[in-house]
């Protein structure tokens, strides 16, 4: 290791939050997953919001997701989490809720949940990460998968014929009068980790302000459903997720944002 | 003044998926030879040129980066 003599509490820059936990996460190595929890942990850090923040775990790779923040924690059923969330931010007004859900699990069987609650307001913050792919299950079409993208359920490429649009249900959220605050970000590179990092702040800002529902979507990668290496697959993310669902906010402070 | 800076990285934690190699903006890191415990060709500075600029700490999904700096 070169510089060895620098290695000094005075000169820390950057260290992992103690707001996650140090079991080794299983997601597959290059993973968004990890890199969203992370963010994720360190804004509940620097909030000083820890023993007030509650996180339900969705069905998907982040299943587990309560092994890692070390926070309260609930798994929901498939689909379930702003439900359960908005009961437990019901009960608990002064804590900070926030669900961690898949394009699978708040896009397809949740969608009603998903909907309603956005629609209702409810105080919570929604963490959205969207893979275009059910990743947990082995990598089958799900509602966001692309038009052409071969998944294990539409082996030559999703068709419109068939399948349908991909859904872009961030921006269909947006139109809900309850959500305050809607955003899509991505955690590919240090400075979109520093903007995502800033939006997930945002959102917890908003909900210790009652201001409704904020919602962030984190465009992301699933390596192994689609069968890249975790470089390739961020390239790949760029050149083709990021036009379908382009980065940036969607509806700041109750206002569409005009673009 | 040119900055110092160092990376520790942990390398039992490392899952060498390679994203801090592809995200330094020095060239420092590369993915080692030999693996780790796991199997992992786990991530290493190969070049004394680090910054302490974090980019790699930043990316890394599994936390795994420590970052230090300091002027000279
Ligand atoms: C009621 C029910 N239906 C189906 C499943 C199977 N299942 C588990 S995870 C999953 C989809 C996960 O995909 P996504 O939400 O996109 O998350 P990812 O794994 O990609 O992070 C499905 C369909 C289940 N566990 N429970
Ligand atoms: S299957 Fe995909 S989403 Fe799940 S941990 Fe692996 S890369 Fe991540
Ligand atoms: S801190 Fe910056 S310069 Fe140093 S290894 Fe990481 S990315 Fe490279
Ligand atoms: S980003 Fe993290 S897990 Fe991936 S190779 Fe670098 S240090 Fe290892």
């Not at chain 1, 539409?154 to 068939?162: A, F, I």
């Not at chain 1, 305050?180 to 995502?196: C, D, G, L």
């Amino acid at each position: 290791m070169f510089n060895q003599d620098i290695v000094k509490p005075e000169n820390l820059v950057y260290k992992k939050t103690d707001v996650l936990t140090d079991k080794i996460m299983h997601y597959c190595p290059g993973c968004g997953h990890g890199t969203t929890h992370r963010i994720i942990a360190e804004v509940i850090e620097e909030m000083g919001i820890q023993d007030k923040a509650i996180c339900i775990a969705p069905v998907g790779c982040s299943v587990l997701a309560y092994n890692y923040f070390e926070v309260d924690s609930l798994g929901a059923a498939h689909g379930r989490a702003p439900a359960l969330a908005t009961a437990i931010q019901r009960l608990n007004p002064d804590h900070h809720t926030f669900t961690y859900q898949g394009d699978g699990d708040l896009a397809a069987i949740g969608t009603a949940e998903t909907i309603h609650a956005c629609n209702r307001g409810e105080n919570i913050v929604i963490i959205f990460i969207n893979n275009g792919i059910y990743g947990m299950t082995g990598g089958q079409m799900a509602p966001t998968t692309l038009i052409g993208m071969q998944t294990a359920t539409s082996p030559y490429g999703r068709t419109v014929e068939l399948n349908g649009y991909p859904l872009q249900i961030t921006e269909l959220l947006a139109q809900l009068p309850g959500t305050y605050f809607v955003t899509r970000q991505s955690v590919h590179t240090s400075a979109a980790v520093r903007k995502a990092k800033k939006a997930v702040r945002q959102a917890f800002e908003n909900q210790k302000n009652k201001k409704g529902t904020s919602f962030v979507e984190v465009v992301s990668n699933c390596n192994s459903g689609w069968k890249m290496t975790a470089p390739k697959a961020n390239e790949w993310m760029v050149e083709n997720m990021f036009v379908k669902y382009p980065i940036g906010d969607i509806k700041v402070d109750g206002e569409i944002v005009q673009k | 003044m040119a900055v110092k800076g160092t990376v520790v990285i942990d390398k039992e934690r490392c899952k060498g998926c390679g994203v801090c190699v592809v995200a330094c903006p020095k060239s420092v890191l590369a993915l080692a030879k030999n693996v780790n415990g796991k199997g992992y060709n786990y991530s290493e500075a190969i070049i004394d040129e680090c910054i302490g600029c974090a980019s790699c700490a930043m990316v890394c999904p599994d936390g795994v980066i420590t970052v230090y700096k300091e002027k000279k």
